[in-house]
T-cell receptor
């Protein structure tokens, strides 16, 4: 079955702390894509990253980094030196061969000043 | 380049009425997806349109329908509104018909049913 699990419903940290959001997926496809989106309080989903199953290199973009491990079917997202503006709901999603995105339930991240 | 646009931003209706939501994809994108996000919940897939055709629909009753126009913009219609239809409706556009392509989202329409 195709499935994405974000076990952390809500995470609260103090500003400047590092925080990791977990994403575990299940798929029958040998080729697949994984995504992370950010949903701030305004509601619009903002695309953060797309990763294909052939590329297990970790990626860093500023304070954001992603750790993709096929062996554990995980695609975790780390924010370094968190800021209040990082407060949002973060969704992990799996690109399905039926042209659908399988969404995780989301992790609400609260960054306290 | 303009992003995905949706209108209206907010919509208030009463139970039993019909609602029409609109979405304009990014220029050059031919596929449009619609999602429903009830308050505090995740995204539920509603409909997928590509090249003017409905390609797939989620587990929603037939009173949720839509269409895609020749310019690839799309409309979502919800008939016989129920209180539980109150939600944020998000539209996403995709460059091409490939499950590997990134979906880019609009700001959403908040529908409130009284």
């Amino acid at each position: 079955a195709q499935k994405v699990t974000q076990a952390q419903t809500e995470i609260s940290v103090v500003e400047k702390e590092d925080v990791t959001l977990d994403c575990v997926y299940e798929t029958r496809d040998t080729t697949y894509y994984l995504f992370w989106y950010k949903q701030p309080p305004s509601g619009e989903l903002v695309f953060l990253i797309r990763r294909n199953s052939f590329d297990e290199q970790n990626e860093i973009s500023g304070r954001y980094s992603w750790n993709f491990q096929k062996s554990t079917s995980s695609f975790n997202f780390t924010i370094t030196a968190s800021q209040v503006v990082d407060s949002a709901v973060y969704f992990c999603a799996l690109g399905d061969s039926n042209y659908q995105l399988i969404w995780g339930a989301g992790t609400k991240l609260i960054i306290k000043p | 380049e303009a992003g995905v646009t949706q209108s209206p931003t907010h919509l208030i209706k009463t139970r039993g009425q019909q609602a029409t939501l609109r979405c304009s994809p990014i220029s050059g994108h031919t596929s449009v997806y619609w999602y429903q996000q009830a308050l505090g919940l995740g995204l539920q897939f509603l409909l997928w349109y590509d090249e003017g055709e409905e390609r797939n629909r989620g587990n929603f009753p037939p009173r949720f329908s839509g269409r895609q126009f020749p310019n690839y913009s799309s409309e979502l219609n919800v008939n016989a509104l129920e209180l539980e239809d109150s939600a944020l409706y998000l539209c996403a556009s995709v460059l091409a018909t490939s499950y590997t392509d990134t979906q880019y989202f609009g700001p959403g329409t908040r529908l409130t049913v009284l």
